[in-house]
């Protein structure tokens, strides 16, 4: 199976003049194509650090990390967006629309971004949102969209450009627990469906649990590997 994301030996330590914070401590971990992986720990303990680390949106102290087998460390800034660009999606706790473009607008921008005409990226924009059943909904902006509609189009589009991994941080933390729910279903079903790769920082147990994979991480160290249901959805053994 293809190595999608490897972290060797990643340390982050924060310098604030007065003291060394050792964020990271020499995490080791590899992604396979296809899982589902969610990190989980208490507050403080590095998790979104991590991820930030290996999407390069903060740089890492020592260590390396590889994504599709192409080391961060060797890349300049411009290489490094373009790896965010073309290679990886992301999905937050807060939306991060745009609020004056429709749905269909705001998933349809990074395709312009990168270079689709208009109309292919209307088509490609228009079968993402369809995707996550909001097709009906694309002509609409974001205030006239509830919470959980939001997240659908941000996910539409993580994903509308075939990233090699998408990356969530507390992805239903700003959701009721009906919404978080059929948002995680969705994730679940992209992942079971289409086979998109993902890594999932959550503090909810029962978010985690739906993943093929549970990497804890307690004080900038990963305490547990626990494979958690078969790439075919069935419970491991």
Known sequence: MTTVLQAQQ??????TGSVKVKALKGVDLDISEGEMVAIMGPSGCGKTTFLNCISSLDEFTAGEVLVDGQPLSEMSDRERTDMRK???????????????????????????LKGKSSKD?????????????????AGHLPAELSGGQQQRVTIARAFAHQPALILADEPTGNLDTTTSKSVMELLVNLNRNKGITFVI?????????????LITIQDGLITSDESLVGMDGSEEE
């Open 10 to 15: 990643l340390w982050k330590i924060y310098d």
């Open 86 to 112: 073309n290679r990886l999606g992301f999905v937050f706790q807060s939306f991060n629309l745009i609020p004056v473009l429709s749905a269909v607008e705001n998933v349809e921008l990074p395709l312009i």
């Open 121 to 137: 990226a209307r088509v490609i924009a228009l079968d993402a949102l369809d995707a996550v059943s909001l097709k009906e909904w």
């Open 201 to 213: 920082v959550t503090h909810e147990e029962e978010i985690a649990r739906q993943c093929t994979r």
